[in-house]
Every structure is written in structure tokens, then in C-alpha cells.
């Protein structure tokens, strides 16, 4: 059986969809790069808003078209299983497996990827028996307290930066999200064993960590908070640089923050999701933080780690939201300066507190000039933080090269997270280099090596 997986969302989910290659491997089924080859499709997904729905919908249905032309996965004779995992596996279990224009095959939620392999062996005898729709299709979409996989080691391409989850789960309810649904409670694994992953990680040339969680500063395991965690990984010799994500405000106590700035390993950037500016908003999406509390803490992360990077994620158009909330929003947008912000319309989810309890009722046309609106202001602020740059040597380390217009150009990243670009070729994938900036855009940088002479 040759299997083929396709990864939507967030990094967690890139990181489950190496859990699941390993997995499958070690029950001998072949992982293979082209979706015409294969006879079963895995599409890890993705239930943060519509579009991310909708998108595997599309590709359900074109995954079938392809295969009834001859062109897609499958034979002729046997048209391909289709399995998906993920967070829509968890939210819309009911949905996926009765819908009769999706006929999907078998569903696995994100703490049952040890199931996987009896899933599908279990499908292909339901394909073999009966092939009427009305078969029994198999599924497991429980969520665990425990499951952390820590005893599964991903099944990763080489390259400079490694996914590592060090938590799964989220226990913070914020009533516009259905990751606590769809991934159920917190968890962490114990430093020794992240340690140990991270050991391996450098023996296999990697040269970038980056600890991934729902909530990843709420990490605990038998008495080792994060600031322990980031500490003990950058134990490891041949790690050169440390990132972690998705971070919650609330979480940043002074000793993770003085760990963040004191460790050369730890980049100095800090992801402060603000989700919106007005208390009554916070409020009503029960983020625990007022916006005075968040500035305080902005300013604090700027006091405590000098020349920090920030980032941000904020949604517009959350229930009852007034022009006069989304003006606190930009009020705190512009009082921050963040170097970077992801901006999304607020999308109802299923079986979250906020389609219980409040109404969707900021119409799709103000939800679009409200995210216009703040992506102009951020545009500006960013190209402002990233030209205060110009003129600066960034140590880069090297994450990409070659691009449709030159193979000699270089991508990387500074330790604040800016992508930075150069024209220059020779170098390897992972070193460090020390770079000048020369440009800036909102979105990236422009350098040359630190020494060349600009004609
Ligand atoms: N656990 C992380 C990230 C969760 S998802 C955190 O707490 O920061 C990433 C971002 O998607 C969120 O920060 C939020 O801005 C956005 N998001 C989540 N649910 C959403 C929804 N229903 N509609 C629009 N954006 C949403
Ligand atoms: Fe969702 Fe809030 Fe948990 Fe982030 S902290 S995953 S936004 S519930
Ligand atoms: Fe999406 Fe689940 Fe990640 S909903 S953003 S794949 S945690």
C-alpha cells in the first residue's frame, strides 16, 4: 500500500504529519511524493476558520475527479481510500462520515495517529466487503490526557529547522477557538525526553530547534516550567538557535522572560498574541488580559530583552465588535509597533463558547474593511521597524537558496525572525552569517556580507 499525506494548518500539524510518517513506516507502508501514485490520501487538516475547511472540501472532491479521469491516485479499478486526520477529524467527525458527497474513507483525530495503521487496514477490508455507502466507516477521534508521543521520533526531511512539540493541547477556552475541541487538554513531555529528541535532532545536522505548543509557555512537567525547558535544550552543543510558538500572554512570568534574554541560544523574538485591542472584546473572548495589562506586558518584554522582535495575532470583526473596539485595536497596534502581525476575519466555529453564546453579527463587509484597515497600519509600522535595520550587521542564519530569478540568492533569518535576502552564492544551508542590511520592505530585508564594499 503506497500512501501519500498532505499537511494543512499550523506547525503542530507539521510536526504530527512527521509523527505519522514515522509511524506508517515502522507498519511497512511506503510514504510516496506524488498523490498519482498512491493508494491511500491522508489529508492532516486544518479547523482554525472556514477557508481551511473549505480548502480540503475542495480537494476531496478533486482528488475523486482525478481519479474517475485516470489521472489521480488509485487504480483504474480500485478508486483510492481517502483518510483525514487533523483537527477537522475531531470537529467534524459527524459531518466527514456522513456526508455522501465526501464518502470519505476513515477518520483519525490527533491523539489516535498510533491507531493508523489498524485504521486504514481496517478500511481496506470495509472497501473489500461492501461497497455500499451504508458500511460502518472506521474512526477513532478520542482525545487523550496523556498521549504525547514521546516515545514516536518524527520522521523529518533533513534541513536547518526542526519542528519539536513539547506540549499538545490547550486548556484555555478562548471563546472564539476550537483548538481545546479538537486537541483536548494540556500535556507536556518531560525535559529528559525533549532533550534527548533535541540531541538527535543536532546529530542529524539540524541547526535550529523550535519548540512548538498550543500554548507553549504553560509547558509543566514533574516541576520543570518553560524557562527550565529552554535552558536545558540549549544544552545541546550543536543547536545553534532556539525558537518556540504559539506562546500565551498570560504566561510570560519575569523568569521565562530574563531566560529568553540572558540565553545567547534563545532568539530574541516574542510572539504576544493580542487577538484585539478593546477590553470589552477581550472580555467577551476570555482572554484573561485587559489591554492596559497587555502593554504592560509589551513594555516590559522590550525593558527586560533590548531589541526584542514582537509579533502578533489579531482577529477583526469578533462578535458585537463596534467601530469604536476596532479603533482600541489599532490604538494598541500603533502603541506597540509590532515587527510582524497575522491578521484574520473572525470565523464562527462549531462548538465553540462564542457560537453558544454570542451572535456572528459584524456583516462580512466590515470584517473586510476592518482587516484592510489594519493591514495597511501594519504594513507601515513594519516597514518602519525593519528600515531602522538598514545600516545594521544581522547575524543570519542561512535557510534557503535559489529563487525563479536567480539560483545565487539567499534566504535566511535574523535572530528577531526578519527574513533577509542576499545575492550570493557558495554558501551551505545552516551556516551563519554575518550580513549588513542594505533595503528594507514590510516583509523582508536586503543585505550583503558583512565586509563587501556597495557599489
Ligand atoms: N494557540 C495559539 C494559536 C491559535 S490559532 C495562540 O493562542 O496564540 C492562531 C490564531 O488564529 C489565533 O491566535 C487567532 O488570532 C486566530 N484564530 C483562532 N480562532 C479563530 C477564529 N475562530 N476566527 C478567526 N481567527 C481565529
Ligand atoms: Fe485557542 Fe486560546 Fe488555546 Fe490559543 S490559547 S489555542 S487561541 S483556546
Ligand atoms: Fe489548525 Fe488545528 Fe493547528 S485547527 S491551526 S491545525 S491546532
Redesign the pocket.
Known amino acids: 500500500m503506497k500512501i501519500f499525506l498532505e499537511t494543512y494548518g499550523?506547525q503542530m500539524n507539521s510536526y504530527d504529519s512527521e509523527l505519522v510518517c514515522s509511524i506508517l513506516a515502522k507498519a511497512n507502508y511506503a510514504l510516496v511524493p506524488k498523490e498519482e501514485e498512491a493508494d491511500v490520501v491522508l489529508l492532516n487538516t486544518c479547523a482554525?476558520?472556514?477557508h481551511a475547511h473549505q480548502k480540503v472540501y475542495n480537494r476531496i472532491h478533486e482528488i475523486k475527479r482525478a481519479h474517475k479521469r485516470g489521472q489521480g491516485p488509485g487504480t483504474r479499478d480500485q478508486k483510492p481510500l481517502i483518510g483525514i486526520l487533523g483537527c477537522m477529524a475531531t470537529n467534524l467527525r459527524t459531518d466527514l462520515l456522513e456526508n455522501r458527497r465526501l464518502d470519505i474513507d476513515f477518520i483519525a483525530g490527533p491523539d489516535s495517529y498510533k491507531r493508523l495503521p489498524a485504521l486504514i487496514e481496517q478500511a481496506m477490508q470495509t472497501e473489500i466487503r461492501d461497497t455500499r455507502y451504508e458500511i460502518r466507516k472506521p474512526f477513532d477521534v478520542t482525545l487523550s490526557e496523556f498521549e504525547t508521543y514521546s516515545d514516536v521520533y518524527p520522521r523529518r526531511e533533513r534541513g536547518v529547522n526542526a519542528w519539536l512539540a513539547v506540549m499538545r493541547g490547550?486548556n484555555?477556552f478562548?471563546t472564539?477557538?476550537?483548538?481545546p475541541y479538537t486537541r483536548g487538554r494540556e500535556r507536556s513531555r518531560s525535559v529528559e525526553n525533549v532533550v534527548e529528541e533535541t540531541r538527535r535532532l543536532a546529530g542529524e545536522g539540524f541547526k535550529q530547534v523550535t519548540l512548538l505548543?498550543?500554548?507553549?509557555n504553560s509547558y509543566f512537567c514533574e516541576g520543570a516550567d518553560f524557562a527550565d525547558l529552554l535552558d536545558a535544550v540549549s544544552g545541546v552543543e550543536a543547536i545553534e538557535r532556539i525558537r518556540f510558538?504559539?506562546?500565551?500572554p498570560k504566561d510570560f512570568q519575569d523568569k521565562l522572560l530574563t531566560v529568553v534574554a540572558r540565553n545567547p541560544k534563545v532568539c530574541k523574538h516574542i510572539?504576544l498574541?493580542l487577538?484585539s485591542g478593546s477590553n470589552r472584546i477581550l472580555e467577551l473572548m476570555d482572554r484573561t488580559y485587559t489591554r492596559e495589562e497587555f502593554l504592560g506586558l509589551a513594555a516590559k518584554v522590550r525593558r527586560l530583552i533590548p531589541g526584542v522582535a514582537l509579533s502578533t495575532?489579531?482577529?477583526v470583526g469578533?462578535c458585537s465588535e463596534t467601530d469604536a473596539d476596532f479603533e482600541a485595536t489599532l490604538d494598541v497596534m500603533e502603541q506597540v509597533g509590532f515587527d510582524s502581525a497575522?491578521?484574520?476575519?473572525?470565523?464562527?466555529?462549531k462548538g465553540?463558547i462564542?457560537e453558544r453564546k454570542y451572535k456572528d453579527d459584524v456583516p462580512e463587509a466590515i470584517k473586510t474593511e476592518r482587516i484592510v484597515r489594519l493591514n495597511e497600519l501594519q504594513k507601515e509600522i513594519s516597514l518602519k521597524k525593519n528600515r531602522a535595520h538598514i545600516g545594521q550587521t544581522l547575524e543570519i542564519l542561512l535557510e534557503n537558496k535559489g529563487s525563479k530569478h536567480s539560483p545565487d540568492v539567499l534566504y535566511g533569518r535574523a535572530d528577531g525572525n526578519q527574513l533577509v535576502t542576499l545575492d550570493e552564492g557558495g554558501h551551505t544551508l545552516g551556516d551563519l552569517l554575518q550580513v549588513r542590511i542594505i533595503d528594507a520592505s514590510p516583509n523582508i530585508l536586503k543585505g550583503v556580507l558583512k565586509g563587501v564594499a556597495i557599489s
Open positions: 499550523c482554525i476558520r472556514e490547550c484555555n478562548c472564539f477557538c476550537v483548538v505548543g498550543q500554548n507553549v510558538t504559539s506562546p500565551h510572539h498574541p487577538q495575532d489579531v482577529i469578533f497575522f491578521t484574520f476575519k473572525y470565523s464562527q466555529r465553540t462564542a
